[in-house]
């Protein structure tokens, strides 16, 4: 079902729509939250894994004699013992190898295994295991393992592996070109010749991943008499990984259950499918007794996939007066080893979000994902948008530069107005609803942005340099793809028990945003009762719902909507059994504080547990027809979506489109290359708020990602393909002290799509910081005539372009 009009709207909002506190928080602070690594389980044994040390090479021989002799340790694997009936690994999130079936995008796969097999392709490439009584002994196990290789020509540049042939990760391919894909829309061309200026650049945005405080961590274990194999994973996809384990492991007696208990951040990294994550299961059954294996932070650096490597050369084509006549874009990505996994997606999702927040209408995106010997590229928060919007917003600028225009003026005369929503994109997207302008003028008002001017050419005539940057990002969510495991819709199951307590079971999982809280608030206004009358049970493939978990930003947009929904027919079957019982039409009643009352008569009321106890022991008083209990399950479409693209790629796979107006002011030392944010703005939009106290600590979590990706962090390889960053000694985040004080606000543009009005809200803050930074930094530096082109915004990297050696 997914009308939004079929039962009643519920009365005035009582929780929904406040701050309400948060129920998970609790038992994180006392420390009796459970992750994965703590659940021990008698028996249980401990797996270490030996990683490549080469970046390219063929396998000769894995020698593991020495660590099977070592005491305490029970089993070890090469891939050369991997029993013949385990898959390769498929090709997620894709359910076929071929899920467009019009060649656009074009796809290459390879059929890797959990464990390397005649060749590695990346440092940090699983290639054989040690099962041991402890973590001590399997670690100490790894170190006896001794590997013969024949080393190849590592291939590192992306740009490079496209064009050369000659040296090859997968011979079979005949080239390192692994997807490619193009959408079109308008008369590029004619827009084109009709430029006053054409404007030609290359900006790129560089390689770098999520820190999650928790690594990835798998328990497995057998019940013996049920043959069901119960897999504790820190995913963000519990029945899709069920259903990728069984399929893999191809073994038809066996159940596979996957419980992603509390996990420890996200990111999009633990979307995707890995490795680890058949070969722990496998261990299990072959040892026959229960696994656990944790990720070192090193290993999470090397084998937990990356993202954001792209090189775009994007063309502009615009008029005198400001008005962008057309964009052109072909992209670069670098996808490393050819693993399955969501970089596939992102990278063609950068393609259909280059015309960002304005009225583009003449575009063509291209993209070609190349593999390299890095670790894989996979998914990433953001997801392809903040690429996408790092480079519009940095061409903005340029044009603006160009033309000798204020870059607010550029924005504000290209932007898609408010009366242009419900607006389809030139690739196909609907964008619900937004003010794109009048973000943007609440975050310079708030900036004061002409006395800044002014400022800026005080401060210049002092010798400082001040700089002023914006953006205004999009970050589209929920995402629906044909073919994927994105399948576009959101299962719930409501039950309330006769007790009057409520049970809400959820195709969803949960890292971090608080969804045992928003659900207790949306289903408590529904169904009217108090907020701990609910109980959430998410990330349970056996318990819940099929669903395709937590990604994109979605829960507000489809989890939020079909919690609304199935909260209204449960309200809606309640008030049907209590008309009959009060004698009273249905439309004249009221449910509140766990009461049923007739508002034409308010002495005539019963308690929802009285209801409740008829539907379950009194059937014989229900409504003719009326099936015994109060329990339901709710599938809710997303309405905004479409599946197939037409034959110029276009198509419109994200439903919602929150967005961020983005204000930085800096400060360059150019004697030590030091950016210091003197003041940071975000005007952020997401719709109706479920909970502004949640909003508000994604957003900024959020804005925090955003500004290690723009001033830190970067994965670094050397030329031979060894990681240079694995830990965090080299790889720098940032913390509390680096980051600066934001002042925020909020529009609310309601999705019209949804009956609530929500949009996600845990990813937009990430997408503004980098393109907001590198533009405010490049107007500290235009005295010096130095242009800024790539990320992140380094000491090293500002303090070689102020001296003249890099741009």
């Known amino acids: 079902m997914n009308d939004t009009t079929a039962v009643a709207a519920p009365p005035k909002s009582k929780f929904v729509g406040k701050s309400v506190k948060r129920k998970e928080d609790y038992d994180v602070l006392v420390g009796k939250e459970r992750y994965t690594a703590d659940f021990k389980l008698p028996n249980m044994l401990y797996a270490a894994i030996y990683r490549s040390p080469y970046a390219h090479a063929k396998i000769v021989d894995v ?14 694997l090469t891939a050369k013992d991997i029993p013949a009936h385990v898959k390769p690994m498929p090709p997620f999130p894709f359910q076929s190898r071929d899920p467009f079936r019009k060649g656009n995008p074009t796809i290459k796969f390879f059929n890797h295994h959990c464990l390397a097999k005649d060749k590695v392709r990346f440092v940090g490439e699983a290639v054989a295991v040690v099962v041991a009584v402890n973590r001590y002994v399997a670690e100490d196990a790894i170190e006896l393992i001794t590997a013969e290789y024949e080393p190849c020509v590592p291939i590192t540049d992306a740009e490079a592996a496209l064009e050369n042939t000659e040296h090859l990760l997968y011979e079979e391919w005949g080239d390192n070109l692994m997807l490619k894909f193009k959408v079109t829309g308008g008369d590029v061309d004619g827009a084109f010749r009709q430029a006053d200026l054409v404007v030609k650049e290359r900006i790129k945005s560089s390689r770098f991943t999520g820190t999650p405080i928790e690594p990835r961590a798998i328990t497995a274990h057998k019940d013996p008499e049920t043959d069901l194999l119960t897999v504790v994973d820190s995913t963000q996809i519990p029945h899709n990984l069920s259903t990728l384990i069984a399929e893999t492991l191809n073994l038809p007696n066996i159940t596979v259950r996957v419980i992603a208990p509390r996990v420890g951040g996200g990111f999009g990294q633990k979307w995707d499918f890995y490795p680890e994550e058949v070969l722990i299961p496998l261990l299990c059954l072959l040892t026959e007794r229960p696994i656990q294996w944790v990720e070192t932070r090193s290993e999470h650096m090397k084998a937990t996939h990356h993202a954001r490597d792209q090189v775009h050369y994007i063309e502009i084509a615009v008029k005198k007066d400001g008005t962008v006549l057309a964009v052109k874009d072909k992209i670069i990505a670098d996808l490393g080893a050819a693993y399955p996994n969501g970089g596939l997606a992102s990278i063609v999702t950068t393609t259909m ?83 794109y302008p009048e973000a943007l003028r609440r975050a310079l008002e708030l900036a004061n942005y002409q006395q800044l001017r002014q400022q800026q050419a005080t401060s210049r005539n002092e010798g400082r340099y001040l700089g002023i940057g914006m953006s205004l990002v999009i970050e589209p969510s929920s995402s629906t793809r044909m073919g994927s495991y994105n399948p576009g819709y959101y299962s719930l199951t409501l039950r309330m028990d006769p007790t009057g307590k409520v049970y809400v079971f959820t195709g969803g999982n949960d890292e971090g945003q608080g969804h045992k809280t928003t659900i207790a608030q949306l289903v408590a206004d529904e169904v009217g009762v108090g907020l701990d009358d609910i109980y959430v049970l998410e990330g349970d493939s056996l318990e819940c719902p099929y669903g395709s978990g937590s990604y994109s930003s979605r829960f507000a947009v489809v989890g939020s909507s079909a919690a609304i929904l199935a909260g209204r027919q449960l309200r809606d079957k309640i008030l049907r059994i209590a008309s009959g019982l009060l004698k009273e039409p249905q439309e004249s009643l009221e449910i509140s504080d766990g009461r049923v009352y007739s508002t034409l008569r308010p002495e005539h009321s019963l308690s929802i547990v009285e209801v409740a106890k008829t539907a379950y022991f009194a059937i014989y008083l229900l409504p003719e027809g009326m099936e015994p209990g109060l329990q339901l399950t709710y599938h809710y479409r997303d309405p905004n979506i479409t599946f197939h693209a ?45 909970n502004p106290a949640i909003v508000e600590g994604q957003h900024i979590g959020a804005l925090v990602h955003g500004l290690g990706g723009a001033l830190y962090e970067e994965i670094l390889y050397d030329k031979n393909g060894q990681l240079l960053t694995e830990n965090f000694k080299d790889y720098i985040v940032p913390t509390a002290m680096e980051v600066p004080v934001f002042t925020l606000d909020h529009l609310i543009t309601p999705n019209p799509f949804t009956p609530y009005g929500s949009k996600g809200a845990g990813e937009t803050g990430t997408v503004g910081p980098p393109a907001a930074l590198a533009n405010a930094l490049e107007d500290a530096l235009r005295p010096l005539g130095k242009k800024i082109r790539t990320l992140p915004l380094s000491p090293n990297y500002i303090w070689s372009t102020a001296c003249g050696e890099a741009t």
């Open 63 to 76: 020698d593991l004699r020495k660590a099977l002799e070592l005491p305490g340790v029970v089993m070890g």
């Open 353 to 435: 979000f280059v015309p960002g927040a304005y009225k583009i209408r003449n575009y063509q995106g291209e993209v070609c994902g190349v593999v390299t010997n890095k670790t894989s590229y996979g998914a990433h928060r953001g997801f392809g948008k903040s690429e996408a919007a790092y480079v519009i917003e940095r061409a903005m600028d340029i044009v603006a530069n160009r033309l000798n225009m204020d870059p607010a003026e550029v924005r504000f005369k290209n932007f898609i107005q408010p009366g242009e929503f419900p607006y389809i994109s030139v690739t196909g997207t609907r964008y619900d609803s937004g003010n």
């Open 646 to 690: 037409d034959e110029r790629g276009r198509v419109a796979m994200f439903s919602s489109v929150p967005y961020d107006a983005n204000l930085a002011v800096v400060e360059v030392d150019l004697e030590t290359g030091q950016l210091k944010i003197l003041k940071y703005i975000s005007v952020h939009d997401c719709g109706s708020l479920i």
